[in-house]
Nanobody
């Protein structure tokens, strides 16, 4: 059993930055690859980026490359999503997820556990 709780969402002006956190509890955190997804009203959930378990290799959707950075602190059982140069189209509910069976995972079906999400709103 793994429980995930996101935090750090809020309202930010276009061009600004925001850092989201995802705290995990349960099984060994370092044994899971972690990912971030987002879903805006009227749109399907989309992959944002992911990070591997121990090597901390990262990969991102084309829409956020160069602007978003994922990191993890295994000692704190926490994964982060640093968002910079935010755009109004980044507005969405952001969720973190954990995958035990895949090293790289860009689809929802490859993730086993999900957080409840945190709202990010980018104005103007």
């Amino acid at each position: 059993q793994v429980q995930l709780v996101e935090s750090g969402g809020g309202l930010v002006q276009a061009g600004g930055s925001l850092r989201l956190s995802c705290a995990a509890s349960g099984r060994a955190f370092s044994s899971y690859s972690m990912g971030w997804f987002r879903q805006a009203p009227g749109k399907e959930r989309e992959f944002v980026g992911g990070i591997t378990m121990s090597s901390r290799s990262t990969y991102y959707a084309d829409s956020v490359k160069g602007r978003f950075t994922i990191s993890r602190d295994n000692a704190k059982n926490t994964v982060y999503l640093q968002m910079s140069s935010l755009k109004p189209e980044d507005t969405a509910v952001y969720r973190c997820a954990a995958s035990s069976g895949y090293y790289y995972a860009t689809t929802t079906g490859k993730y086993d556990y999900w957080g409840q999400g945190t709202q990010v709103t980018v104005s103007s």
